[in-house]
């Protein structure tokens, strides 16, 4: 069973520039997260999908941080415009849905690079 | 708000050499309390999931048990492959399923 996947695997931009990150999941789970570690800090939850539906925000720092998920497969995480401040990992990972095991599986993580 | 900490922040270990990580937690209504592996360059990776006190899961040279305020993962004899950074997380049963994450523990096991 393939695992959660993530492109790219590292981004460099300049600040007031635009970057995407993508997420496959693993296949069948309907849950989606999105995490985030940036230098020196733990990492901190960003939002949660369920399907295509928005379930859990409170972690999105600022409305420059824009995501989606489509047809409840893949999620994309838009940054637009990029500040220093957003350089960092950011994770990817799901769960199964409807279920009581609650386990969450990471992908590799995205390093973005904000000059 | 739930927190997460983790001790000591940093561990260096000769091989065979048993010890112990810490994870202190606050939180209201536990779900779960995780336990993840992490290597450099990579995405964490599950290792064990403990729902209440006194439950116990062990995998190879690892053991993770739980209280009602701290976890522990014992490392039986470890070997230079145990080299990562262990985190540790929680879910709140009021939070929904965002994981609440320590700040990890760096094992060093050196040969």
């Known amino acids: 069973e393939a695992g959660v996947t993530q492109f790219p695997s590292h981004s460099v931009i300049e600040k007031g520039q635009t970057v995407t990150l993508r997420c496959d999941p693993i296949s069948g789970h309907d849950n989606l997260y999105w995490y985030r570690r940036v230098m020196g800090k733990e990492i901190k939850f960003l939002l949660h999908?369920?399907?295509?539906?928005?379930?859990?925000e409170s972690g999105m720092p600022n409305n420059r941080f824009l995501a989606e998920r489509t047809g409840g497969t893949y999620s994309t995480l838009k940054v637009q415009p990029a500040e220093l401040e957003d350089s960092g990992v950011y994770f990817c990972?799901?769960?199964?849905?409807?279920?009581?095991?609650?386990?969450?599986?990471f992908g590799p993580g995205t390093r973005l690079t904000v000059t | 708000e739930d927190q997460v900490t983790q001790s000591p922040e940093a561990l260096r270990l000769q091989e065979g050499e048993s010890s112990s990580l810490n994870c202190s937690y606050t939180?209201?209504?536990?779900?779960?309390l995780f336990w993840y592996r992490q290597d450099p360059g990579k995405g964490p990776e599950f290792l064990f999931t403990l729902y209440s006190a006194g439950e116990e899961k062990e995998k190879e040279r690892l053991k993770a048990t739980l209280t009602k305020k701290e976890s522990f993962l014992h490392i039986t004899a470890p070997k230079p492959e145990d080299s990562a950074t262990y985190l540790c997380a929680v879910q709140a049963g009021a939070a929904g399923n965002k994981l609440t994450f320590g700040g990890g523990t760096r094992v060093l096991v050196k040969p």
């Open positions: 939180v209201s209504g536990l779900r779960g």
């Open positions: 999908f369920v399907k295509e539906s928005k379930q859990d």
């Open positions: 990972a799901s769960s199964p849905g409807l279920t009581n095991r609650y386990e969450q599986y």
